[in-house]
């Protein structure tokens, strides 16, 4: 299937390792010149994208200075994908709202809200310029909080509306913006005994990798398993491409079959 899109430009947030590195592999192999950025990088990110910047996206200086980075590299944005969430493990508490401060709060809302706020609207000008496609990365738990740290379900559903928001806007522009929301996803951040996972498992005093066995289940997934980062990448590239020309404003669930609402 030729999807239109050999020769566009795009800049993927969290783009280092999982579903940001996912998109950026596949993107490339459909002829996309990437800015991928993250805070640490990786060797496989070096592979496929044109340029790599390293840089903490929760700022507001790294979530503009990035994509003048990106404009400078690729003379221009098509495609931006807000990719980067969660955070780090040793700073989400697992507690009750009670016991959760307001650090925690305002570290979830930079990294899932803020920093997708910031970056759009730097790289809104050459994105409408070109008629491009954004595409953020949310959560089920947006719509299922349940088990998540105090505040990250609370972003990621105000990172939904965002998305319908800037689709009315950005619609009759001729740019399109569109949200995808997994479950659990074959990342570090679940299979990385030192990430979150690792971390709820040392809380549940079960092993790492009895947790991962269990948890597709404990969230209700009809299909039992884990989503992969390569079956993200494909939705998220499919909606950028000209074969989702008409798919405006959509929050799309790829989960296995956890949220059970018609």
Do not use: C
């Not at 996206?57 to 969430?85: C, H, K, M, P, Y």
């Amino acid at each position: 299937m030729d999807l239109g899109i050999s020769g566009k430009t795009a800049l993927i947030t969290g783009a280092s390792r999982g579903i940001g590195l996912a998109v950026a592999e596949l993107l490339a192999v459909e002829g996309v010149r990437v800015v991928g950025a993250s805070r640490g990088g990786s060797p496989e990110l070096e592979k496929v994208a044109e340029k790599t910047v390293r840089v903490d996206l929760s700022t507001r200086e790294g979530a503009t200075s990035v994509v003048q980075e990106a404009l400078a590299a690729l003379g221009g944005i098509d495609f931006l994908v807000n990719n980067v969430g969660a955070g780090d493990a040793d700073h989400l508490s697992l507690a009750g709202f009670l016991d959760v401060d307001d650090d925690q709060w305002q570290r979830v809302f930079d990294l899932n809200l803020f920093s997708a706020v910031r970056t759009t609207r730097a790289a809104l000008p050459s994105i409408l310029e070109r008629r491009g496609a954004i595409v953020n990365i949310s959560s089920v738990n947006g719509r299922v909080p349940t088990g998540s740290p105090v505040g990250y379900a609370e972003a990621k559903s105000a990172l939904n509306q965002l998305g319908k928001r800037l689709s009315e806007e950005l619609a009759p522009r001729g740019v399109r913006v569109n949200t995808v929301s997994p479950g659990p996803v074959t990342t570090p951040l679940w299979t990385d005994p030192a990430g979150f996972g690792g971390k709820v498992a040392e809380a549940l005093g079960v092993p790492h990798s009895e947790l991962l066995d269990v948890v597709p289940r404990q969230f209700g997934a009809s299909s039992g398993r884990f989503t992969t980062a390569a079956e993200v990448a494909d939705l998220v590239v499919f909606l950028l491409s000209e074969r989702a020309a008409n798919i405006h404003g959509a929050d799309h669930f790829i989960d296995g079959g956890i949220l059970k609402a018609a």
